[in-house]
C-alpha cells in the first residue's frame, strides 16, 4: 500500500471542541500542488459490516481509529473537465474511506462514497474465511451550495451492500475558496425542518403502515453432503420503531423473493439460511436439532436492516433461544395457517403457509408430513359443525316419525 506521508491536520478550534465532544472527531485535508487546501472535512465515523466466517455470516462494528489519515497519493483536488476532486481516509492493514465530489453551478455533493476493507485483517475481521481485498460503494445525500460548508449534527448513515458508515457531527467542503471552512453552511435534511415560530403540537400517534401480501417462495440450502434444509414460505416482518418526530409505529415489511438473495450454511448441528436485500442487510434463520428427541426447530433469527423514517435508520434484533418450526428429524413441518414467532419486544416475523426440513433432507424434496397445531384446530371446526348439524337432522327426523305415529294412533280400522 502506498504511504500516508504528508496528510495535514487543522487544528482549529471549533473542530477540535467538536471532536472532544464526539470522541475521535478528527479533520481531514486534501491541498494541491501550492499547499491550498481544496477539501476539508471534520467528522467521525462507525462501521457495521457483515462478512463470511466457517461458522456462518456474522457482523462487526469499529470506528475510524484516530491514526486515520489521509492517502495523499489517492487524494486530489480534482483538474477541470479531467477529473473531480476525491479524499481518501486510510487506515488499519488497508482500509480506506473514499469521498468523491462533482459540482454543478450552484451547488456540490459527495456523489460517491466507497469502503475498501481487508478480510485479512484478523484485529476487525476474525475467523473470515476469505483473505480478499473488497470494495463497496453507493451514491450519498450530501451535498451543499458552493462557498458553502455542509454541516450535519444528526447520524448520517451510508448504506453500501453489506456495509453500513454513520458519520457524526460532520462538517465537510469541498471547492474551498479559501484553506478554511466557509462561515455560511448548509444543513443536512437530518437536522431539519428547523423550528421558527412556536414549537409544534404534540405528534399524534401514526397509523401503521397498509400490511402487503407476501409471496411465497422456496429456498434451498446445500453443503458437501446435499441439501441440508428446504423452506418453502412467505415472510412478513413486524418491526416497532421510533420515527424522528418521536412518535412510536410499527411498521409491516414484506420480503419480496424477486429482490431477495438467499445463502446458508449447514453444520452438523446447525443450519443457517440467510436472507439480504437492498433494505435487508442480514435476516438469518437458524434451524438447531435436539439429539434427545430426534427433532429440528428454529432455534434463532437474526434481522439487521434499514427503516429510512426511524430516528435510528439501522435496527437490529437477535434471538437464540426459540423454539418453533418444530419437527421430526427425517420429517418436514408444514402450516397452511398463519405463524407469529415473536423474536423480541419490537421485533416478529409473521411466516404464511410455511413447509420447512432441516437436516436430514432426501433427494431435494420434503419428508413425511407433521401438520402444525393451527391447521389441526382448523380441520376440528368444520368435522365438529357438520357433527352437529348431522345429529340436529337425526334428532329432527326421529321427532317426524314419533309424531306420525302417534298421529296414526288415533284412527281405527272399519
Known sequence: MAALGGARRRPLFLL???????GTAATFVVTDGNGTACIMANFSAAFVTSYDTRNGPTNVTF????????????????KENASAPSLVIAFGRGHRLTLNFTRNATRYSVQLMGFTYNLSDTQIFPNASSK??????????????????????????????????TLHDATIQAYLASSSFSKEETRCEQDGPFPTTAPPPPPRPSPSPTPESPSVHKYNVSGANGTCLLASMGLQ??????KRDNTTVSGLFSIDPSNTSATGSCGAQLVTLDLRSSRIHSLLFQFGMDPNTSQFFLQ????????????DPTFQADNSS???????????????????VEVTEAFSVNIFKVWVQAFQVQGDKF??????QLDENSMLIPIAVGGA???????????YLIGRKRSHAGYQTI
Open 300 to 311: 434463532g433469527i437474526q434481522l439487521n436492516m434499514t427503516v429510512p423514517d426511524a430516528r
Open 389 to 399: 348439524l348431522a345429529g340436529l337432522v337425526l334428532i329432527v327426523l326421529i321427532a
Open 322 to 340: 426459540l423454539r418453533a418450526l418444530q419437527a421430526t428429524i427425517g420429517n418436514s413441518y408444514k402450516c397452511n395457517a398463519e405463524e407469529r
Open 16 to 22: 477540535l471542541l467538536a471532536g472532544l465532544l464526539h
Open 367 to 372: 419428508g413425511s408430513v407433521e401438520e402444525c
Open 237 to 242: 416482518l413486524n418491526v416497532t420503531y421510533s
Open 63 to 78: 470506528d475510524l481509529p484516530p491514526d486515520a489519515a489521509v492517502l495523499n497519493s489517492s487524494s486530489s483536488c480534482g
Open 132 to 165: 480478499e481485498i473488497k470494495t463497496v460503494e453507493s451514491a450519498t445525500d450530501i451535498r451543499a451550495d458552493i462557498n458553502k460548508k455542509y454541516r450535519c449534527v444528526s447520524n448520517n448513515q451510508i448504506h453500501m451492500r453489506n456495509v453500513t458508515v
